[in-house]
């Protein structure tokens, strides 16, 4: 995230926000998820955001071979300063085995 935005990890308190998500349907993978970041708790919206740089990591039986593919990531980015959140949208992110 860029210096005083956020995204969020939750739906929030009202179920009302829209969280980072994840569609592998693209990939050919069906990953377990082996941890995501804690993010912290803005009481100001209510909900578990994330800021800065932060990692999702995943396991999956293929993973090797899914090494280049792509995964598509939802998120809603909001501006802290203006009070702001941009509309959700979706991007390709390129999977990296390990």
């Known amino acids: 995230m860029p210096p005083r935005y ?14 980072v998500s994840f569609d592998w349907s693209a990939s050919g993978l ?22 800065g740089r ?4 995943f396991a999956a039986d293929n ?11 939802q998120t809603q980015i909001c501006n802290e300063e203006r009070g702001i959140c ?3 949208r979706w991007q390709d992110a390129l999977i990296q085995a390990n």
């Open 63 to 73: 993973a090797a071979t899914a090494s280049g593919r792509s995964v598509r990531v």
């Open 54 to 57: 932060s990692e999702f990591v």
């Open 6 to 19: 956020h995204a969020y990890l939750d739906a929030g308190d009202g179920n009302a926000l829209i969280p």
């Open 30 to 51: 069906q990953p377990k998820p082996l941890s995501s970041p804690e993010g912290e708790r803005d009481e100001t919206v209510q909900a578990r955001v994330l800021r």
């Open 86 to 88: 941009y509309r959700p």
